[in-house]
């Protein structure tokens, strides 16, 4: 089945600085890829999705890349800001039931 | 609208009670879910539903049962409690149509003693 694996677990960057998290996916079937960001002790929230017939799609500060190829996709945060603090997930999909497959979550800690 | 709603938002359970945990959504969402969340484990799918009266099993359905007896709620019971259950249970909730977001609810914090 699919497996997604996500990169680092933990960032640390610098405020105004950008953050890059990656995530890998196993079957190549898969072609949705959502981003969600999870604030301490809140639910996860979609914050940019993406899916296999596009290779970039950006929204003010955020954005995402994938490579179908390479079987990878990465969430890119400009400009952060300390809102930008939570534990963001990548997740991979196919087929008509929407079923996702999560990452394991990489905590983004924005220092002032 | 609410959203999605969860009931109860925390409970304590000693191995081996029973208990239903309850997931409301008023946005007329098709699809539904059950997660739980582990430290450093993400999201993992238990059961889920394509619609009224259907249920599926997801990556770890074991130990749990679910029912979407209406449209509206999707249920998760757990028989027999073990140790191993505790986690944080979410549920979501998702819409037919060119979006695939899901909506989560704010969570249920099950401990098993």
């Known amino acids: 089945g699919e497996n997604v694996e996500q990169h680092p677990s933990t960032l640390s960057v610098q405020e105004g600085d950008s953050a890059v998290i990656k995530c890998t996916y196993s079957d190549s079937a898969s072609n949705y890829f959502p981003w969600y960001k999870q604030e301490l002790g809140k639910r996860p929230q979609l914050i940019i999705d993406i899916r296999s017939n596009v290779g970039e799609k950006k929204d003010q500060r955020i954005a995402v890349t994938l490579n179908k190829t390479a079987k990878h996709f990465s969430l890119h945060i400009t400009e952060t800001q300390p809102e930008d603090s939570a534990v963001y997930f990548c997740a991979a999909s196919k087929g008509s039931n929407y079923q996702l497959i999560w990452g394991a979550g990489t905590k983004l800690i924005i220092k002032p | 609208n609410a959203g999605v709603t969860q009931t109860p938002k925390f409970r304590v359970l000693k191995t081996g009670q029973s208990m239903t945990l309850l997931c409301a959504q008023d946005?007329?969402?098709?699809?539904m879910y059950w997660y739980r969340q582990d430290p450093g484990m993400g999201l993992r799918l238990i059961h889920y539903s394509v619609g009224e009266g259907t249920t599926a099993k997801g990556e770890v359905p074991d130990g749990y049962n679910v029912s979407r007896l209406k449209k509206q709620n999707f249920l998760l019971g757990l028989e027999s409690a073990a140790p191993s259950q505790t986690s944080v249970y979410f549920c979501?909730?998702?819409?037919?149509?060119?979006?695939?977001?899901?909506?989560f609810g704010p969570g249920t914090r099950l401990t098993v003693t």
């Open positions: 946005m007329n969402h098709e699809y």
């Open positions: 979501a909730s998702q819409g037919q149509g060119n979006s695939y977001e899901q909506y």
